[in-house]
């Protein structure tokens, strides 16, 4: 079973920045990917940012509202896969979480997530 931890979300002014970490440990793959995913209030869950082998090789993925603006990576010393969101809007505002992807599919256990908001 993996295990995610999300942190790094804060408040912070349209136009900044912010970095999300997302910490795996248990049992992965070679084939696994990872990515992030976000809920607003009122809003269902939607896709992110994607990095599609979680450890090696691989492509990103991402949403088009965040093209541009989002970068996601890996260190893979730390097991960590950041999110890097700069030129924050106001419609970012939401929790953000991390899963495995197992053929193109989240797969492993929702965390906590971690709130980001942008205030105009």
């Known amino acids: 079973q993996v295990q995610l931890v999300e942190s790094g979300g804060g408040l912070v002014q349209a136009g900044g920045s912010l970095r999300l970490s997302c910490a795996a440990s248990?049992?992965?793959?070679?084939?696994?990917?990872m990515a992030w995913f976000r809920q607003a209030p009122g809003k269902e869950r939607e896709f992110v940012a994607a990095?599609?082998?979680?450890?090696?090789?691989?492509?990103?993925d991402y949403t088009d509202s965040v093209k541009g603006r989002f970068t996601i990576s890996r260190d893979n010393a730390k097991k960590t896969v950041y999110l890097q969101m700069n030129s924050l809007k106001p419609e970012d505002t939401a929790v953000y979480y991390c899963?495995?992807?197992?053929?193109?599919?989240?797969?492993?256990?929702w965390g906590q997530g971690t709130q980001v908001t942008v205030s105009s």
């Open positions: 899963n495995i992807l197992r053929s193109g599919e989240p797969s492993g256990p």
């Open positions: 990095i599609t082998r979680l450890w090696s090789g691989g492509r990103t």
């Open positions: 248990g049992r992965t793959s070679e084939s696994d990917g």
